[in-house]
């Protein structure tokens, strides 16, 4: 079966860094999403990988390891507002998303 | 403002209803989906369009039905709502079907059925 494991609840600290993982296996492999939900609101693309290695953008940046089937979001400076879900999506290869259930990110001051 | 359009916002529905969730996009978009995301589980696709006149089941299609008459209109229908379709529905747009590109969601409708 296709599986996206990623933890269910992380806490951090204004001003930090936090690193969110997130694992996959799925028949095959088109690229890996992640995506921020605040609170009652719709999901919003953060970034895409397709190719090892890390992609930066802004306090935000995405690494994969297609051999290790990982990926792990960072959050550099962390703000109030980064309180949130992050959602991680794998393409397989018939170019349907799986879905993870999503990371809670708590900030606290 | 460019984007998805969700209609209702929020519904409370009686077991046995039809009822009909409106999403219209104006990005021009051939791909759109309705994804279903319930506490605890990943978004799960229902059903999908390449393109207009075509549609596609997804991962959890019973008890749902959609059509694509134009570009822009992609309506949910569930036929005889049931309380295990109480969940949030969101319905996105992307450029093409077969597409590494992002998802553009609409701001989603909350559906209770009792």
């Known amino acids: 079966g296709q599986n996206i494991d990623q933890p269910t609840e992380m806490t951090a600290t204004e001003g930090a860094i936090v690193q969110i993982n997130c694992t996959y296996q799925?028949?095959?492999?088109?690229?890996l999403f992640w995506y921020q939900q605040h609170a009652g609101e719709a999901p919003t693309f953060l970034s895409y990988n397709v190719l090892d290695g890390l992609e930066e953008k802004g306090r935000f940046s995405s690494f994969l390891s297609r051999s290790k089937g990982y990926s792990y979001l960072l959050l550099k400076e962390l703000q109030m507002k980064d309180s949130a879900s992050y959602l991680c999506a794998v393409t397989d290869s018939n170019y349907q998303l799986i879905w993870g259930a999503g990371t809670k990110l708590i900030i606290k001051p | 403002i460019a984007g998805i359009t969700q209609a209702p916002t929020s519904q409370i529905l009686a077991a046995g209803r039809r009822m009909t969730l409106r999403c219209t996009q104006d990005?021009?978009?051939?791909?759109m989906y309705w994804y279903r995301q319930d506490l605890g589980l990943g978004l799960r696709l229902i059903h999908y369009s390449n393109t207009a006149g075509t549609t596609g089941k997804g991962e959890v299609p019973d008890g749902y039905s959609v059509s694509r008459a134009n570009t822009d209109d992609f309506p949910l229908t569930l036929a005889s709502a049931v309380p295990s379709q109480t969940s949030v529905y969101f319905c996105?747009?992307?450029?093409?079907?077969?597409?590494?590109?992002?998802?553009?969601f609409g701001e989603g409708s909350r559906l209770t059925v009792l």
């Open positions: 990005m021009r978009h051939n791909a």
């Open positions: 799925t028949s095959g492999f088109n690229g």
């Open positions: 996105a747009s992307s450029e093409a079907y077969s597409d590494t590109g992002e998802l553009f």
